[in-house]
């Protein structure tokens, strides 16, 4: 039986029975999680054999799939620092796998402290900044893994620092910027740096001070798709409200109004929200040039936010929306 190879068997046999936990019913699963032999799975993951560890890390996902409970067991088994030394070979197949498997574990709130204390979120953050030779060569798979679990983490509050003071964000912000801005990859990363200084003034402070920063969030109103537009918008607002003297000369140096005047327009029901707001922020600023067209491109633009603060006809809006653009990028 199953039971008895991984506790009793040699290596063959257990591999063997760690392959089998995948054909096993839900049920099955469950009765081999409360018989203890989560352990054995665990114990498993020490050894440096790749087979063994393969074995492993796929019966331990199936056990934590869809139960809160085994993610809980795997966990207190020991099972996150084993993880996270083999983030740290030089193997591909086995990262992916491990990446995955503390992305399930990380899904669970009660293992959330666990993963943050063991050092995991610098980990992650190194492998995401390719800081170890494996991190030159990780699939984009693995790096969607670790901004998710990252996001699981940051969900908890004590260890949003943790995330920040790791040169999280400063990572994420490279990875956008080294990525296309419709990918997923980049939607993701700026799905996660939104939320993280919604609720940290520190983080706020440090994406705001970023050089090289204002160019990729303005970048991706342009051409990210329609999730990645909304939170790099999102993430402007907020700079723009930390400090707005500071910081709006230098997004619309950047070249932010004409991306923000069509989300205004044809962004979804949030975008759009954000977009308004970004724009009544910078609605007082100059874009520069002759004082004739300073006054023009005003006027122009005061006449659009007439027409999107009183909700006015959708054509007349894209209209004035396009001649503005193209004023603005004469």
Known sequence: ????????????????????????????????????????????????????????????????????????????????????????????????????????????????????????????????????????????????????????????????????????????????????????????SMALIESIISSSDIALNQVSEMGGATRVLVEAVEDGTGPCKEHAVGILVQICRSCRDRYRGMILREGAMPGLLQLSVDGSRQAREKAKALLLLLRDCSNGGSSRVKQSKRVLFEEVMRQIDGGGRAGTSIQLVEEMIAKLRT
């Open 1 to 188: 039986m199953a039971e008895e190879a991984l506790e009793f068997g040699e290596r063959e046999a257990k591999i063997l029975a760690a392959r089998d936990v995948g054909k096993l019913t839900t049920k099955q699963k469950q009765r081999l999680a409360e018989k203890g032999l989560i352990s054995p799975l665990v114990f498993m993951l020490h050894t440096h054999d790749y087979e063994s560890v393969e074995a492993a890390l796929f019966a331990l996902l199936h056990l934590a799939f869809g139960s809160e409970r085994n993610k809980l067991r795997i966990a207190k088994s020991g099972a996150i620092p084993a993880i996270l030394k083999i983030l740290q070979w030089q193997n591909e197949s086995l990262l992916e796998l491990a990446l995955a498997a503390l992305l399930i574990l990380s899904s669970c709130s009660g293992n959330k402290p666990q993963i943050a204390s063991s050092g995991a979120v610098q980990l992650l953050v190194r492998l995401l900044a390719a800081e170890f030779p494996i991190g030159q060569s990780i699939s984009h798979q693995a790096k969607l893994d670790i901004i998710s679990t990252l996001h699981n983490l940051s969900t908890s509050p004590q260890i949003i620092p943790s995330i920040v003071l790791s040169g999280g964000l400063i990572s994420l912000i490279q990875l956008i910027h080294e990525s296309e801005k419709s990918s997923d990859i980049a939607e993701k």
